[in-house]
């Protein structure tokens, strides 16, 4: 079957950094999104990684280790604004295309 | 203007009824997606269309039917709503590479 597993919740204080963990069992991998969700509000893409490896984009970054199933989004010089919850999605090729499945999110509060 | 624009935003509905979810986009994408999202559970497929003539069926497509009216539409009906279909409706697209899903804004619709 298919699982993606992430923390529910998590906590941080403006300024400082946080990595959120995205342990994963799927087959046909094909890639793995990160996406942002404010509430009640429509997910929007942060990163994209196919490859071992760290993907840097601005103060967001994502790696992937395909071979532990495991990836991590960091977010650093946190904002109050960052406050959101954090989608991990793996795209995985079965049936002749590929499907996104996404985790259940991890709610991030960043605190003053 | 936005991309990908659903109609209507909130719907309040009574079991039995007929409910039409409506999903346009002019980013000129060829797939469109339909997803549902309840607390703690993530965005769960729904339906996926990959062309105007190719429509199939996602996680948890019992309940629910589709019609892609042209490459930038794509509906989502629910012949005869239950409770437990009450949750927040997302529509998405994506180009070819299926490298990024842009979504639209929501529908939440409540069913008595």
């Known amino acids: 079957g298919q699982n993606i597993d992430q923390p529910t919740e998590m906590t941080a204080t403006e300024g400082a950094i946080v990595q959120i963990n995205c342990t994963y069992q799927t087959s046909g991998f094909n890639g793995l999104f990160w996406y942002q969700q404010h509430a009640g509000e429509a997910p929007t893409f942060l990163s994209y990684?196919?490859?071992?490896g760290l993907e840097e984009k601005g103060r967001f970054s994502s790696f992937l280790s395909r071979s532990k199933g495991y990836s991590y989004l960091l977010l650093k010089e946190l904002q109050m604004k960052d406050s959101a919850s954090y989608l991990c999605?793996?795209?995985?090729?079965?049936?002749?295309?590929?499907?996104?499945?996404f985790g259940a999110g991890t709610r991030l509060a960043v605190h003053p | 203007d936005a991309d990908v624009t659903q109609t209507p935003r909130n719907r309040i509905t009574k079991t039995g009824k007929r409910i039409m979810l409506e999903c346009s986009q002019t980013k000129g994408h060829d797939r469109m997606y339909w997803y549902r999202q309840d607390p703690g559970l993530g965005l769960q497929l729904i339906y996926y269309?990959?062309?105007?003539?190719?429509?199939n069926k996602g996680e948890i497509s019992d309940g629910y039917s589709v019609s892609r009216q042209a490459q930038a539409k794509f509906s989502l009906s629910l012949e005869s709503a239950i409770p437990n279909q009450t949750a927040l409706y997302f529509c998405a697209t994506s180009d070819f590479s299926d490298n990024e899903q842009f979504f639209g804004p929501g529908t939440r619709l409540t069913v008595l």
């Open positions: 999605a793996v795209r995985s090729f079965s049936g002749g295309y590929n499907k996104l499945i």
């Open positions: 269309s990959f062309d105007v003539k190719d429509i």
């Open positions: 990684n196919v490859l071992d």
